[in-house]
Structure formats: C-alpha cells, structure tokens
Nanobody, 125 residues
C-alpha cells in the first residue's frame, strides 16, 4: 500500500491550498480516508475523515467551515481543500487509510493502518 500526499506549500494568512493523496495497492473505495497534521513540538492531531461508501465526512472543530475533505474513488485519491488558512494551520499534513472505519475511533491515529509521507503546509502571518 502506498499513499502519496502532495499539494503543500508556503502561503499567507487567508489563502487556500488543496492537498491530494493518491493511493495504490488497496481497494480504495473500501477504506475510510483521513487527514492528520503535526506541528513542531506537538502531537499528531486529527483534521478530517471521509468514510467509504456514502462518504460521510468528519472534521475537527478548528477546521469546520474552512476545510473540506472529498474523495474520487475512480482516481483513488482523497483531497483536502483548505480555505481561510491561519498560521496555526502550519504543520506537516498526513493522509491515512483505515480499512474498518469504526466511527468511535475515526479521529484516532491508531485506527489507521496505512500512512503517507506527509506534505508541509506553512501559513505566514
């Protein structure tokens, strides 16, 4: 299984970015996909997830209304559209894949079996 994240960069406060994560080696449509982030000196935290099947979405409170997660099962790709970026969004962003999609642990990094390499997002003030 390979997850290849891309789309990070250096932007200013209020700008937008779209992250992509291309998956291979798994039945993509059967997996819940998540985005996590880790800022320097902090623990990795949940950002957003999208379930297999109907594609219901979940977000951490700090990004609700600004970030949108989506997936294209035909392209085996999950996206994270990030708008109104803030300096506190600065982090390495990781995509992850979870075969089971248990709702009670959808925001837990322990639930995800496969991880991408991360892409850096830096928001300057």
């Amino acid at each position: 299984v390979q997850l290849q994240a891309s789309g990070g960069g250096l932007v200013q406060t209020g700008d937008s970015l779209r992250l992509s994560c291309a998956a291979s080696g798994l039945t993509f449509s059967s997996y819940t996909m998540g985005w996590f982030r880790q800022a320097p000196g902090k623990e990795r935290e949940f950002v957003a997830a999208i379930r297999y099947g109907g594609g219901r979405t979940y977000y951490t409170d700090s990004v609700k209304g600004r970030f949108t997660i989506s997936r294209d099962n035909a392209k085996n790709t999950v996206y994270l559209e990030m708008n109104s970026l803030k300096p506190e969004d600065t982090a390495v962003y990781y995509c992850a894949a979870d075969r089971w999609g248990i709702l009670s642990s959808i925001d837990s990094s322990d639930a995800y079996e496969h991880w991408g390499q991360g892409t850096q997002v830096t928001v300057s003030s």
